[in-house]
């Protein structure tokens, strides 16, 4: 054999990964849900049959066949979910008695300002009585409760059937699901949990009492390692994952798999287990994996993933001889479930474990020759998945994470010892409450590093590189894989090279990064992307500008404020003291602030206090309506207050606070812009009487797109250009569907911060009004 031909391992392992691929794409295209795609599909797949028939190719007739069979399957599936009755009652908002099976573990978010507590959980249609009919159903279902009734629905144990009064909606796309119900009242329970699901609830539930005394991020983390439950993770933990790249440890991955099957293998064979007893042993292994984690697609996903890395590292060995086994897994896993051809979760598994197994071991051959081996195997397994996935990563969060090689690489050490002593006490606790403490007390010390670890990653000011979702974008970071892939056998053996590279990364962290085009020039106003809260800068002369709220956290708008060029701040305006709107406070302080303008209602007290507190030693003004500002080029007015030395009462966030919000109208390098806070529809229209002063170019949509609005408001401002500044995959069903309805209504046109991330706007030389996002 020459050398110039590939092995037949090689080969095998290549073909079953296009046989995987090939499935996995059939299957897409065949759940798509339109019926011409599906013919389209179906002509290419005959088309490749004829031509494997006519040049007695069997590969080409292997990937007709696997194509054939999923068109089949996908469209079957796609059919059964058009003709199932579950879909016409979503279509048609319809309300009915429904029992269910509780099959996952759902999350509770408590009660916010005016906004009621919520619970969410997956559930499987067991009986559907609407519409005067009544049938049996085994349809995977969504379902979502507020307020007591959401109190209700979160004591329901897992794997018990209910009763209760739903109307139907339609669930997120790709999730699988066929529907979302949303519960009209408290379940009524009418079968409990079997054996097997009390006795796993029964061990989640210790492990999650076990973890109560340890601190809050440690006692989110080690249950979401071990079992997926992440319904304790606070929100900002969460995002600082995702800006660090560390999101594949808050949920089950293959990887959890391939600790713990790790850790049964060695603690079996210790004990002096072989042969065919270990692998049965194994195998249970799996089964319990998949029952403890409760058997959702996306368990079933890892659990497959799991068992690819496992049989990579046995006789199959490392490397591209386990590829094989990612095709078979890949065919395998959306013959199963065809929604998960659709899902991008999938699609990261897959790729991560194809980084691994395809470049993660040769990389750390590279790497030996200069680092120890356990380094090198260290460093080349993050940056072999960063590098596989980063594509659909920056799909899903509209960035590139420079932190994530660093972030992994520092918590990857602390992954294993937090989930396989998670794991040890999820076992103990339910048998001898006592001996669980100090498993989960060490599993807590390693999960609070990994916190840590993700809290410092993203404070530094060039964590992340804000990057457009487009096709084009995309296509550049795809090709910029493609170049780190091919440069790496000349950088990763040379040291000098490799750490001078490394170096330029660690020097780029120091330095808040600008995304390609940005900021624009000339820009008149900006909304910075804080998540769900509100922070307008608008551009006062160089390097200065008036930021009216802070958001809720000080890093991101810190790292926008540095984005804009922005140094100094002469003037602060806070429009109400909730939360979501000086959070960020901190963010400005050492920016030369000179005035803090406050409305004069100060409650809540304490983060009235901290506001004035942190600005210091800026003067504060209460302002009220006509009290006007002219800094730089920014003209900045109230055009409605409340009386000063309001009593609104409490301490907690209400609608009143949020009515009580100021209205300002600020006038910059020829845009005008109106700002209203969380004004919601009793004070927008009480505002109506002020007309002529609300027509403006750009209008900040009140209170984050709320449903509490007054159409007739946003008519009067008949903006051209409409901002949403609103948090991606928020709680609170921001923006509304009837808000941003009636925004359209205008004409104006609307950029929402959670899909094209910070925004300005400026006055085009047209005369016109030039939109520049990020992303």
Same mark, same amino acid.
Do not use: K
């Given at each position: 054999m020459s050398g110039s031909e590939p092995e037949p391992d090689d080969r095998g392992a290549g073909r079953m990964?296009?046989? @995987?691929?090939?499935?996995?794409a059939a299957m897409g295209f065949a759940t798509a849900d339109d019926p011409r795609v599906l013919g389209v599909v179906a002509a290419v797949t005959g088309l490749v049959a004829i031509a494997a028939w006519r040049r007695t190719n069997w590969f080409l007739a292997s990937m007709a066949t696997v194509a054939a069979v999923c068109v089949v399957v996908g469209g079957a599936r796609a059919a059964a979910v058009a003709s199932d009755p579950v879909t016409e009652l979503t279509a048609q908002r319809a309300t009915g008695v429904v029992e269910v099976r509780v099959s996952g573990a759902g999350r509770w978010w408590a009660p916010a300002g005016p906004r009621p507590g919520m619970w969410r959980g997956t559930a499987e249609l067991v009986s559907v009585d609407a519409r005067g009919g009544a049938w049996r159903s085994g349809a995977p279902v969504q379902v979502v409760a507020t307020g007591e009734v959401g109190l209700a629905w979160a004591a329901v144990p897992m794997g018990a059937t209910v009763r209760a009064t739903v109307r139907f909606g339609a669930a997120d796309a790709g999730s699988g699901l066929f529907a979302e119900l949303r519960a009209r009242e408290s379940p009524v329970v009418v079968a409990e949990p079997d054996v097997l699901n009390h006795m796993v609830g029964s061990l989640r539930r210790g492990l999650v009492e076990a973890c109560t005394p340890l601190w809050p991020d440690a006692r989110a983390l080690v249950p979401a390692l071990v079992v997926g439950d992440t319904s304790a993770m606070p929100d900002d933990l969460r995002e600082r994952f995702v800006v660090t790249g560390l999101t594949h440890l808050t949920a089950v991955s293959g990887s959890n798999l391939t600790l713990l099957l790790g850790f049964l293998r060695a603690f079996a064979v210790g004990c002096g287990v072989r042969g065919r007893w270990l692998l049965g042993l194994q195998v249970g292994g799996v089964a319990g994996f998949v029952l403890l984690c409760l058997g959702e697609p996306s368990v079933l996903r890892a659990a497959a993933m799991g068992l690819v890395g496992l049989a990579a590292l046995g006789r199959a060995g490392r490397g591209r001889h386990g590829l094989r086994f990612l $095709?078979?897994?890949?065919?395998?896993?959306?013959l199963a479930e065809p929604a998960m051809s659709?899902?991008?979760?999938?699609?990261?598994?897959?790729l991560a474990t194809f980084g691994l197994l395809r470049w993660a071991g040769a990389w750390a051959d590279l790497l030996a020759? /200069?680092?120890?081996r356990w380094c090198a195997e260290t460093l080349a397994v993050p940056l072999a998945a960063q590098v596989a996935t980063e594509p659909v990563v920056v799909v899903l969060s509209g960035q590139v994470s420079v932190v994530s090689v660093l972030a992994n690489l520092v918590a990857g050490p602390m992954v294993g010892p937090a989930t396989v002593l998670g794991l040890i006490t999820t076992l103990v606790a339910p048998v001898v409450g006592s001996l669980a403490v100090a498993p989960a007390w060490a599993a807590g010390w390693f999960a609070q590093g990994i916190a840590w670890t993700a809290r410092l990653g993203e404070a530094l000011p060039g964590a992340a590189v804000p990057w457009p979702a487009s096709a084009v974008a995309v296509g550049v970071v795809v090709l910029g894989c493609g *170049?780190?892939?091919l440069l790496a056998p000349v950088v990763l053996p040379r040291r000098w090279l490799f750490l001078g590279l490394a170096g330029l990364v660690l020097l780029g962290l120091g330095r808040t990064p600008t995304p390609p085009g940005w900021p624009p020039r @000339? /820009?008149?106003?900006?909304?910075?992307? *804080? $998540?769900?809260?509100d922070a307008t800068v608008l551009a006062a002369g160089p390097g200065q500008a008036v930021v009216v709220d802070t958001g809720p956290d000080p890093a991101p708008l810190s790292r926008c404020l540095a984005q804009l060029g922005v140094s100094r701040v002469p003037v602060v305006v806070l429009t109400h003291l909730h939360a979501d709107h000086v959070g960020g406070a901190d963010a400005l302080a050492g920016l030369g602030v000179d005035l803090l303008v406050t409305s004069g209602v100060r409650t809540p007290e304490a983060a009235h206090a901290r506001a004035v507190a942190v600005l210091a030693p800026a003067q504060h003004v209460e302002a009220g309506p006509g009290s006007a500002w002219q800094i730089g080029d920014v003209r900045l007015e109230v055009l409605a207050a409340p009386a000063l030395g309001r009593d609104l009462g409490g301490e907690g966030e209400s609608s009143a606070e949020n009515d009580a919000s100021l209205l300002l109208r600020a006038d910059v390098a020829g845009v005008s812009v109106l700002l209203a806070g969380?004004?919601?529809?009793?004070a927008q229209t009480r505002h109506l009487g002020l007309r002529g002063a609300l027509d403006v170019d750009v209008l900040l949509v009140p209170h984050h797109g709320s449903g509490r609005h007054s159409p007739a408001f946003v008519a009067a401002s008949r903006p051209d250009v409409a901002l949403v500044s609103v948090g991606e995959g928020n709680d609170y069903g921001h923006p509304a569907a009837r808000t941003l309805a009636s925004v359209n209504a205008t004409g104006a046109a609307t950029f929402r911060t959670d899909e094209r991330g910070s925004i300005t706007v400026a006055r085009a030389p047209d005369g016109g009004l030039a939109v520049t996002t990020q992303r």
């Amino acid at each position: 054999m020459s050398g110039s031909e590939p092995e037949p391992d090689d080969r095998g392992a290549g073909r079953m990964l296009a046989l @995987g691929a090939t499935a996995w794409a059939a299957m897409g295209f065949a759940t798509a849900d339109d019926p011409r795609v599906l013919g389209v599909v179906a002509a290419v797949t005959g088309l490749v049959a004829i031509a494997a028939w006519r040049r007695t190719n069997w590969f080409l007739a292997s990937m007709a066949t696997v194509a054939a069979v999923c068109v089949v399957v996908g469209g079957a599936r796609a059919a059964a979910v058009a003709s199932d009755p579950v879909t016409e009652l979503t279509a048609q908002r319809a309300t009915g008695v429904v029992e269910v099976r509780v099959s996952g573990a759902g999350r509770w978010w408590a009660p916010a300002g005016p906004r009621p507590g919520m619970w969410r959980g997956t559930a499987e249609l067991v009986s559907v009585d609407a519409r005067g009919g009544a049938w049996r159903s085994g349809a995977p279902v969504q379902v979502v409760a507020t307020g007591e009734v959401g109190l209700a629905w979160a004591a329901v144990p897992m794997g018990a059937t209910v009763r209760a009064t739903v109307r139907f909606g339609a669930a997120d796309a790709g999730s699988g699901l066929f529907a979302e119900l949303r519960a009209r009242e408290s379940p009524v329970v009418v079968a409990e949990p079997d054996v097997l699901n009390h006795m796993v609830g029964s061990l989640r539930r210790g492990l999650v009492e076990a973890c109560t005394p340890l601190w809050p991020d440690a006692r989110a983390l080690v249950p979401a390692l071990v079992v997926g439950d992440t319904s304790a993770m606070p929100d900002d933990l969460r995002e600082r994952f995702v800006v660090t790249g560390l999101t594949h440890l808050t949920a089950v991955s293959g990887s959890n798999l391939t600790l713990l099957l790790g850790f049964l293998r060695a603690f079996a064979v210790g004990c002096g287990v072989r042969g065919r007893w270990l692998l049965g042993l194994q195998v249970g292994g799996v089964a319990g994996f998949v029952l403890l984690c409760l058997g959702e697609p996306s368990v079933l996903r890892a659990a497959a993933m799991g068992l690819v890395g496992l049989a990579a590292l046995g006789r199959a060995g490392r490397g591209r001889h386990g590829l094989r086994f990612l $095709g078979v897994a890949v065919l395998a896993v959306v013959l199963a479930e065809p929604a998960m051809s659709r899902s991008l979760g999938f699609a990261l598994s897959v790729l991560a474990t194809f980084g691994l197994l395809r470049w993660a071991g040769a990389w750390a051959d590279l790497l030996a020759r /200069w680092l120890p081996r356990w380094c090198a195997e260290t460093l080349a397994v993050p940056l072999a998945a960063q590098v596989a996935t980063e594509p659909v990563v920056v799909v899903l969060s509209g960035q590139v994470s420079v932190v994530s090689v660093l972030a992994n690489l520092v918590a990857g050490p602390m992954v294993g010892p937090a989930t396989v002593l998670g794991l040890i006490t999820t076992l103990v606790a339910p048998v001898v409450g006592s001996l669980a403490v100090a498993p989960a007390w060490a599993a807590g010390w390693f999960a609070q590093g990994i916190a840590w670890t993700a809290r410092l990653g993203e404070a530094l000011p060039g964590a992340a590189v804000p990057w457009p979702a487009s096709a084009v974008a995309v296509g550049v970071v795809v090709l910029g894989c493609g *170049v780190l892939v091919l440069l790496a056998p000349v950088v990763l053996p040379r040291r000098w090279l490799f750490l001078g590279l490394a170096g330029l990364v660690l020097l780029g962290l120091g330095r808040t990064p600008t995304p390609p085009g940005w900021p624009p020039r @000339g /820009w008149a106003v900006a909304s910075c992307d *804080v $998540g769900q809260g509100d922070a307008t800068v608008l551009a006062a002369g160089p390097g200065q500008a008036v930021v009216v709220d802070t958001g809720p956290d000080p890093a991101p708008l810190s790292r926008c404020l540095a984005q804009l060029g922005v140094s100094r701040v002469p003037v602060v305006v806070l429009t109400h003291l909730h939360a979501d709107h000086v959070g960020g406070a901190d963010a400005l302080a050492g920016l030369g602030v000179d005035l803090l303008v406050t409305s004069g209602v100060r409650t809540p007290e304490a983060a009235h206090a901290r506001a004035v507190a942190v600005l210091a030693p800026a003067q504060h003004v209460e302002a009220g309506p006509g009290s006007a500002w002219q800094i730089g080029d920014v003209r900045l007015e109230v055009l409605a207050a409340p009386a000063l030395g309001r009593d609104l009462g409490g301490e907690g966030e209400s609608s009143a606070e949020n009515d009580a919000s100021l209205l300002l109208r600020a006038d910059v390098a020829g845009v005008s812009v109106l700002l209203a806070g969380d004004a919601e529809e009793g004070a927008q229209t009480r505002h109506l009487g002020l007309r002529g002063a609300l027509d403006v170019d750009v209008l900040l949509v009140p209170h984050h797109g709320s449903g509490r609005h007054s159409p007739a408001f946003v008519a009067a401002s008949r903006p051209d250009v409409a901002l949403v500044s609103v948090g991606e995959g928020n709680d609170y069903g921001h923006p509304a569907a009837r808000t941003l309805a009636s925004v359209n209504a205008t004409g104006a046109a609307t950029f929402r911060t959670d899909e094209r991330g910070s925004i300005t706007v400026a006055r085009a030389p047209d005369g016109g009004l030039a939109v520049t996002t990020q992303r």
